[in-house]
């Protein structure tokens, strides 16, 4: 490859061409029978050519199903968006196409469906074999695009998120109630349009991160396939605002200027909320195409003093925070995330286990040639226990040139793998997935 080739069409990062089925795969270990589902990832996979922008490519899902202790199959499919069918564009003479959805982020399930998302268009909803269904806007209710990162509340089953947009409203706040149906839309104020990944939501309040990654119409204009950008005027502040609440209820504070894709989860504690979040000091400034090192911070809101008060908790550079989803919104004590190197792309090199009680870590590495992907933790049967069950993440193993689901026991994570499903191809590196348990 040329020396211009971009880091995401290299390696593991490069997509693959083919659209592959397999059943009954090889595994090493033991897959638990209590694991009955989905494990879905989603991550870019560009058809044809350049998309200009690691985050532009044509979303594609990997999926693995697990029953009876066997991995029954293995699929990838690309998200059949309307992008990638008829090359519809997002932005048309009629505005903004929210139904263009280059569905390659995240993969939530929900009221039993299961939506693949990007944050920039509706929802586009997927059958459990990764069929495209299509681009939803619940019956007409949804009027924004809606976040990669919607968050279901582990008390109420309701499914909170918002949309971000660089034509106004710029950020809107949303909730699906535990049936799926779409119960509060709220337009939140901002002083203009900035990137907004993701959010902190606790058992009270929402959380809103007004961060300077600002859109610029200079780039759009130019043809730039990413038109955000860091600001060095912008600012940075948090808004907080009661889940019952509304707009005239949010309170901001002002932070030190940073970066934020993801928190690793959001809680109140007493008159304070904490939120863990993965924390660029700076990104994109001058041009959106490097990353930096991401560290784990904690901000501490103090609603009675009107001020957040940052710590730093590890010097790590990290990426793909996650927390047992039983735990969302409510006090952690352990979370999980990938050990990354940063030589101007993301190199994934091994999954680290904070336990944020005593300030202990514990790692696992794969060995030499492998490289993990997000780990998303599963509960154990039965068990009420924070890191009683299991990690799944997919695992690049240039050996084979090919990736396996690797079953980490949660509550040792150095230990050897609980299982090893081999796929039949790799799974470029790509972004967030879940499990999706049967009911
Ligand atoms: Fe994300």
């Known amino acids: ?55 532009t490519g044509d979303g594609m899902i990997h999926g693995v199903r697990l029953e009876d202790g066997e991995a029954k199959w293995y699929r990838n499919r690309w998200v059949q968006s309307r992008a990638l069918v008829e090359g519809a564009q997002m932005i048309g003479p009629n505005g903004v196409d929210l139904t263009v959805a280059i569905a390659n982020t995240n993969i939530v399930g929900h009221a039993g469906r299961i939506f693949a998302l990007v944050e920039i268009a509706y929802p586009t909803e997927m059958t459990a074999e990764l069929d495209t269904i299509g681009t939803t806007d619940f019956d007409g209710r949804l009027q924004t695009s809606m976040t990669a990162h919607p968050k279901e509340c582990p008390r109420t089953g309701e499914l909170h998120f918002f949309g971000y947009q660089f034509v106004p409203p710029y950020l809107t706040y949303h909730v699906l109630d535990a049936s799926g149906a779409l119960v509060k839309s709220e337009e939140i104020s901002v002083p203009g349009p900035t990137m907004i990944h993701d959010f902190g939501l606790t058992d009270n309040y929402a959380i809103f991160m007004d961060l300077p990654i600002v859109f610029s119409p200079e780039r759009a204009m130019s043809g730039n396939s990413f038109p955000y950008i860091w600001s060095d005027d912008y600012g940075a502040r948090l808004g907080v605002m009661p ?30 909320l904490v939120m863990d979040v ?60 990938v050990h990354t190197d940063v030589p101007g792309g993301i190199d994934m090199r091994e999954l680290v286990k904070y336990d944020l009680q005593t300030g202990n870590t514990e790692i696992h590495s794969f060995g030499p040639g492998t490289a993990p992907g997000e780990a998303v933790f599963v509960p154990a049967a039965g068990s009420a226990a924070e890191d009683d069950g299991y990690l799944l993440s997919y695992v690049y193993d240039a050996a084979r040139d090919a990736s396996d689901l690797v079953i980490l026991n949660a509550a040792a994570i150095a230990d050897e793998p609980v299982a090893t499903i081999q796929l039949p191809q790799r799974v470029p590196f790509g972004f967030h997935g879940n499990w999706i348990a049967d009911v």
């Open 1 to 55: 490859m040329s020396q211009e080739t971009p880091f995401y069409l290299q390696g593991n990062f490069a997509p693959v061409s083919e659209e592959i089925t397999s059943f009954n795969l090889p595994v090493k270990g033991s897959i638990p029978e209590e694991l009955r589902g989905l494990y879905l990832r989603n991550g870019p996979n560009p058809k044809d050519g350049d998309p200009g922008h690691w985050f």
């Open 243 to 272: 889940r019952s609440g509304s707009n005239a209820d949010v309170q901001w504070f002002e932070i030190d200027p940073c970066y934020v894709f993801h928190p690793m989860n959001a809680y109140d504690d007493g008159s304070k």
């Open 278 to 337: 993965v924390r660029y000091p700076e990104l994109w400034k001058g041009n959106p195409d490097t990353f930096a090192p991401a560290h784990l911070h904690r901000w501490a809101v103090d609603l009675d003093a009107k001020k957040v008060i940052e710590q730093a908790i590890d010097d790590r550079s990290i990426e793909f925070p996650r927390v047992d989803p039983r735990r969302s919104g409510f006090k952690h004590r352990y979370g999980y995330a």
